[in-house]
């Protein structure tokens, strides 16, 4: 029997899967700060919903396939999707409507550094009227995420899409929708490709090499908020209202690892105002952290014009795998070693009180030799190893040793629980 995985997929093992639960820990613990509700829409979708905006050229990039009743279903390639979908379905909740969901979801994309066929995201999302503090707090909250997670260093970069609009149609000439679509597409690739490339293959699509020019120009526009929307508003731009609404409303939150970049206009059609997306400075090989912005055109698309959508997802291994890279203390794990035989009983309540108060515990569940179980705690990185032998079982005490300054000391039970507990 073949035990090899299908490719793009891999087994979460104990490493990565602490790894993935500091972040989603970080996410359900922002979305509770920030009175996100949290929720998991469904795995499973009709695959006219997933075909929304893309039409049938999706398929292409996602698990599609019929049911065993002949319908048409596929896998969540995002939870944007889902989300959008229950809410646009729900007439009857009352707005604005926050919420937040992760799980896994699958797209049939290319295996590579940091991008699976499986994998897991988190996601938030407001459903309300139009507003910039809705965008501004959908910031400050995936902000917030990286502080948490020990990534402040990376930078929010924030573009607006009808800004971006404006330059192609009044300065580059270009009105038709299709052609107007396609030259934002070649913004969203000048992190992965060259201007000579991306030159030519635009040339090879009608387009004139100035006009491809002067939009790249456009998007090398970026840094401070306050230095860009003067330059964008030289170029005879106005639509940047909502820009500098919001490079207040993000300074006076505290949110100040931000970049206005021009370049940013997210891949999906869908979005139609204030776009972002988050890079790790230090490993830019990863790409996105996450990214979002404003997307009316969803909600109105499954019938609710009377809805405004600003949402932003990341992903968890992406995040993980930056995160590994940082040097972090190791978490609290206590080591129950049993000097001699006879004393498992009196093992056994130790380690309940370490349990109920809250402590991961690990013990031998095999008569070994007291140097061996040190040993163990040693490799396992525990911070506390917990000895009991004859002398701690006869007087309810333990001896508590420190793993990393080796010192010991005996104490009763209770005391031994609530040193542990503080460190």
């Known amino acids: 029997m073949d035990l090899a995985l299908p490719r793009g997929v891999d087994d979460v093992e104990p490493d990565r899967y602490a790894l993935h639960s500091r972040v989603r820990s970080a996410f359900e613990e922002v979305a509770r700060l920030y009175n996100f509700q949290l929720m998991e829409p469904a ?177 090398r526009i970026r840094g401070r908020p306050d230095e860009v929307i003067s330059k964008v508003s030289e170029l005879g731009q106005d639509a940047t209202k909502d820009l500098r609404v919001l490079a207040d409303m993000l300074d006076s939150r505290g949110v100040r690892n931000v970049e206005y970049n021009m370049s940013i206009v997210r891949g999906i059609d869908y979005y139609t105002g204030i776009v972002f997306e988050a890079a790790d400075n230090r490993n830019p090989r990863l790409g996105s952290l996450f990214g979002g912005g404003r997307y009316d055109a969803l909600p109105k698309m499954f019938g609710r014009p009377d809805l ?31 000097a001699g035989e006879g004393f498992g009983g009196y093992a056994s309540k130790v380690r309940r009180a370490l349990i109920d108060a809250g402590v991961p515990c690990e013990t031998s569940f095999q008569d070994r030799q007291l140097s061996k179980q040190l040993e163990d705690a040693s490799r396992i990185g525990a911070t506390w190893a917990v000895i009991i032998g004859e002398r701690e079982a006869k007087a309810g005490s333990v001896t508590l040793r420190d793993m990393k300054g080796r010192t010991e000391e005996t104490m009763p039970l209770e005391d031994a629980v609530k040193r542990i507990s503080r460190a």
């Not at 291994?317 to 206590?334: K, N, P």
Request: overall charge neutral; aromatic content about 8%.
């Open 43 to 219: 795995s499973l979708e009709h695959l006219g919903v997933l075909r929304a905006k893309s039409g049938e050229a999706v398929d292409k990039e996602i698990y599609a396939f019929k049911d065993k009743g002949g319908r048409n279903i596929g896998l969540r390639f995002d939870l944007t999707v889902g989300i959008t979908r229950y809410v646009c379905s729900r007439r009857g909740l009352r707005l604005p409507v926050k919420l937040a969901a992760s799980g896994g979801i699958w797209r049939y994309d290319e295996p590579q550094y940091g991008r699976y066929r499986w994998s897991h995201q988190w996601d938030l999302e407001v459903f309300g009227p139009p507003s910039v503090e809705i965008d501004a707090e959908v910031l400050d909250a995936c902000s917030a995420m990286l502080s948490r997670l020990g990534l402040s260093e990376a930078t929010i970069k924030i573009g607006d899409r009808r800004v971006v609009e404006g330059f192609i149609r009044r300065r580059v000439g270009i009105t038709d929708e299709a052609q107007l679509v396609d030259l934002m597409r070649a913004l969203d690739k000048v992190e992965k490709k060259t201007v000579a490339e991306l030159t030519s293959e635009y040339v090879g699509k009608g387009f004139d090499p100035e006009q491809v020019r002067e939009v790249l120009g456009f998007g």
């Open 308 to 338: 405004s959508a600003t949402g932003a997802a990341g992903g968890v291994e992406r995040m993980a795998l930056s995160i590994a890279a940082q040097t972090r203390t190791a978490g609290l794990l206590v080591y129950i070693a049993v």
